[in-house]
């Protein structure tokens, strides 16, 4: 698989666990189902998808997986976001760290599906 490739698959599987997070928060507090898929589909970046679903703004989203999930969550997140888009740098999050990208992606979208 090629460098750029990975980053933007472990992007894509976060945004699926937030979409699915964001139907169950807004769907258990009684919004309307097509309103609800609305504002999951004007959300176009992730940090936007992840503030829906978290319910805060987009520029809470890495402190609120840090308070909430660790700090490795907010390390997570920010490394699929820039790594999507900046080559070099998904590699460079985890480079000399030992942990391995793919099991901290699956663990933090695996956190993600069973809040609430």
């Known amino acids: 698989m090629a460098p750029a490739v990975l980053p933007g698959l472990c992007r894509v599987a976060l945004e699926s ?3 699915e997070m964001a139907r ?3 769907l258990t507090a009684d919004a309307d189902h097509d ?3 609305r504002r999951i589909s004007e959300a176009r970046r992730s940090s936007a998808i992840a503030a829906v679903a978290l319910g805060v703004e ?3 989203v890495v402190g609120w997986l840090n308070d909430n999930v660790g700090g490795w969550a907010g390390d997570v ?3 699929c976001n820039r790594g999507a888009h900046t080559q070099g740098a998904f590699e460079a ?3 000399g760290t030992g942990k391995d990208p793919i099991e901290y992606v ?3 979208a695996r956190h ?3 809040v609430n």
Do not use: C, D, G, P
């Open 77 to 79: 997140f920010r490394a």
């Open 35 to 37: 309103a609800v898929e």
């Open 112 to 114: 993600l599906r069973e």
């Open 106 to 108: 699956t663990k933090l």
């Open 24 to 26: 169950r928060r807004l």
């Open 17 to 19: 666990a937030f979409v």
């Open 58 to 60: 987009s520029n809470e």
């Open 93 to 95: 999050a985890f480079r």
